[in-house]
């Protein structure tokens, strides 16, 4: 697909269609929206008027039009809510629901103006970004049905956009949302084809083309690592555990001496509680259980191809969750890298042993500032829902700083409290901790104060994507299913500290 961004003539795009955002109460007289008005011969403004659009979010209409000089025949009103809601990261929306729209109706290009002032590169590239996440589609393993529709051209105007911003704007719109179908398309993938291996082989060619440092450490050297505490959730499984690790290092950094940053994510292929199996109704879904480890790499490859002037380190425990033979018991007792012993009480507390050991490898790396990503508890669903994403951590800040981040990104954050007082409730009778709480109660907040007991010096914040990794229905600038959440604020977090 060709993308394009033009600063001047909108409506001289050499294009099938043109589309443009309308708010809630929207008229059309002003600026692009009144030259669209009079284009098409009042269209416009009768559409809006016959409430065939109320410019609420998600809303389309369709204008056919004819006029001299423009090839455009088509014109598409995008919803986009209120005016003073509208923001940076509400053009990726507007754009994909465009993208998403007039696919379906089988037109194969069209420009788009977001009609919001600001930064040419920002624009440029939430629509670019839009355009690309809203192609994604569920469809790779259907011989049938499968979607054959597909754009080939999307130009974007910002009015007044300087060629270098726009391009570079372009650009990053294309390396942030093909990084996110990364994200996603790993997520969707079935785990007897995503296993701990396969996901291993698809960090090291995504690495080589981000121009990534990969390396796979197999069972052996996690062992001679003493990273008991993840070995232990790999025992029941035919399938070999692997640890993902990703460098990125820049040209020249200005990082102050010392400052890496740790991604760090949950790779559970598949979850089936183990020992403490999970019912069956609903088991399908635990194939997402590796969305932390597939954020990572597609954070740590938009890095790559990005080249801020920071040095970062990814780390995805990749393994698979199964109950056997060899299975963890609960009850019994495994060693962490860093010393500390754990009672597991509960296999299914799997993701918090698999993150105990990355965590403490990324920091032993030479991580001072970490954040986790995982689909760690069922709670942070019942919490917060698919709206936002749970966040801890030990220092305020950081959690501050992404917080603040994820309003730009337009991803949702929201903090629950950490501290001594929740940590106690994971002290077991016979070991150091134990990897479960008091039953129902604080469930994300005691994945969290696990995590926290395997970081030592660093910076840490603990992000909960359960419920915010998969969508269960389509929406109108995207495909149901993976999200490929927390990428783009990573991205921004990890640029932000140049
Ligand atoms: N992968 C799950 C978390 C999860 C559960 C995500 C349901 C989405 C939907 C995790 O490994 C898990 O099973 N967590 C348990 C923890 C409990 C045993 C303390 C949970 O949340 O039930
Ligand atoms: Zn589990
Ligand atoms: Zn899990």
């Given at each position: 697909m060709e993308f394009q961004g033009i600063g001047s003539k909108f409506t001289a795009a050499s294009v099938e269609a043109l589309a443009v955002v309308v708010f809630k109460d929207d008229n059309a007289n002003d600026g692009i929206l009144k030259e669209l008005d009079a284009l098409t011969g009042g269209q416009v403004a009768d559409t809006i008027k016959a409430k065939e659009i109320n410019g609420g979010q998600g809303e389309t209409a369709l204008i056919r039009f004819?006029?001299?000089?423009?090839?455009?025949?088509?014109?598409?009103?995008?919803?986009?809510?209120?005016?003073?809601?509208?923001?940076?990261?509400?053009?990726?929306?507007?754009?994909g629901t465009a993208a998403r729209t007039l696919r379906k109706l089988n037109l194969k290009s069209f420009a788009f103006d977001a009609r919001i002032d600001g930064d040419a590169v920002e624009i440029a590239q939430n629509a670019v970004q839009g355009v690309i996440t809203s192609q994604f589609e569920l469809d790779k393993y259907k011989t049938k049905d499968k979607n054959t529709k597909s754009l080939s051209k999307f130009v974007v105007h910002v009015d007044g956009g300087k060629p270098a911003d726009l391009k570079k704007g372009v650009e990053r719109g294309q390396i942030i949302g093909d990084s996110m179908n990364f994200a996603r398309e790993l997520a969707n993938?079935?785990?007897?084809?995503?296993?701990?291996?396969?996901?291993?082989?698809?960090?090291?060619?995504?690495?080589?083309?981000?121009?990534?440092?990969?390396?796979?450490?197999?069972?052996?050297?996690?062992?001679?690592?003493?990273?008991?505490?993840?070995?232990?959730?790999?025992?029941?499984?035919?399938?070999?555990?692997?640890?993902?690790?990703l460098r990125y290092t820049p040209a020249k950094s200005t990082a102050k001496k010392g400052d890496v940053i740790g991604l760090v994510g949950k790779g559970i292929t598949f979850d089936t509680g183990g020992i403490s199996l999970k019912p069956g109704e609903g088991m399908d879904a635990m194939k997402y259980d590796m969305s932390g480890g597939a954020t990572t790499l597609a954070a740590m490859r938009a890095i790559g191809l990005l080249k801020p002037s920071v040095p970062v380190i990814g780390v995805v425990a990749a393994v698979e969750n199964m109950p056997d033979g060899k299975a963890s018991r609960p009850s019994d007792v495994v060693t962490a890298m860093n010393g500390k012993t754990i009672e597991i009480l509960n296999t299914d507390a799997e993701g918090r042993l698999i993150l105990a050991?990355?965590?403490?490898?990324?920091?032993?790396?030479?991580?001072?500032?970490?954040?986790?990503?995982?689909?760690?508890?069922?709670?942070?669903?019942?919490?917060?829902?698919?709206?936002?994403?749970?966040?801890?951590?030990?220092?305020?800040?950081?959690?501050?700083?992404?917080?603040?981040?994820?309003?730009?990104?337009?991803?949702g954050f929201w903090q629950l409290p950490l501290g001594p007082e929740y940590s106690k409730d994971i002290r077991s009778d016979i070991a150091d901790i134990k990897n479960i709480g008091p039953r129902g109660k604080a469930g994300t907040i005691m994945g969290a104060v696990f995590i926290q007991e395997f970081v030592d010096k660093a910076k840490w914040a603990h992000l909960d994507i359960a419920g915010t990794a998969w969508h269960d229905g389509v929406r109108p600038h995207q495909a149901k299913g993976p999200t490929g959440v927390a990428v783009r604020t990573l991205v921004k977090f990890v640029e932000k500290s140049q």
């Open positions: 004819s006029a001299k000089g423009v090839k455009a025949t088509r014109l598409l009103l995008v919803g986009c809510g209120e005016r003073d809601k509208y923001k940076a990261s509400s053009v990726a929306i507007a754009s993938e079935p785990p007897n084809i995503l296993h701990p291996t396969e996901m291993a082989k698809r960090a090291q060619a995504m690495a080589k083309e981000a121009g990534l440092k990969c390396e796979v450490l197999d069972e052996a050297k996690m062992e001679k690592l003493g990273m008991g505490s993840l070995i232990s959730v790999t025992k029941g499984s035919e399938q070999p555990a692997k640890l993902i690790v050991d990355a965590v403490a490898y990324a920091e032993k790396q030479g991580a001072n500032r970490i954040i986790d990503m995982a689909t760690l508890t069922g709670a942070v669903i019942i919490a917060l829902g698919g709206h936002n994403t749970g966040i801890m951590g030990n220092d305020q800040e950081l959690v501050d700083e992404l917080i603040s981040i994820g309003k730009e990104t337009g991803e």
